[in-house]
């Protein structure tokens, strides 16, 4: 398996992917959105023999300047559980910090994301849309763990 950036031919079968994975059409909508709007700062592909496994996508946050967030990960059902998606989560995370990300948010179950150096308490200090004790923050630029202030998303997360 390699980890490679998307392609625009991937379009259709990442979408296909995304919906399977969580047996609903919103986060293949979200991803095909942050496109549409412009919004996307990384996709990612896990392949295996010239067959897609896994996706995972980091929009530009518009609150903090410099900072993304990382939204969906999707691995085909028959592969999940394998590691397929730590390794995107990793990759992608040392991809952020090449492209000079400020730090990642998150929102999903802390005791996963945690694993990866997600953390709530750098968080703490940040008014979000989203369900606070959900709401991670992988910092990357000093000073990005303490930061204040109010996490604004793209228009195509849906945020209140």
């Given at each position: 398996m390699h980890l490679r950036e998307v392609r625009p031919a991937d379009h259709m079968f990442i979408?296909?992917?995304v919906a399977t994975a969580f047996e609903r059409p919103d986060e293949a909508r979200l991803v095909?959105?942050?496109?549409?709007?412009?919004?996307?700062?990384?996709?990612?592909?896990?392949?295996?023999?010239?067959t897609i496994l896994g996706h995972i996508a980091f929009a530009r946050m518009v609150l903090p300047a410099g900072w993304w967030a990382m939204a969906p990960v999707s691995v085909i059902q028959s592969r999940q559980g394998q590691g397929i998606g730590s390794e995107m989560i990793r990759e992608g995370l040392d991809l952020c910090r090449q492209h000079h990300a400020q730090a990642v948010v998150v929102l999903g179950a802390p005791e996963y994301y945690g694993r990866f150096g997600f953390t709530r308490a750098a968080a703490h200090h940040l008014t979000t849309p989203f369900a606070p004790e959900f709401t991670q923050v992988y910092p990357i630029a000093p000073g990005s763990g303490l930061h204040s202030g109010?996490?604004?998303?793209?228009?195509?997360f849906g945020a209140p």
């Open positions: 979408s296909i992917l095909e959105t942050l496109r549409r709007d412009g919004d996307m700062a990384l996709e990612l592909v896990a392949e295996e023999e010239g109010r996490l604004l998303y793209p228009e195509a």
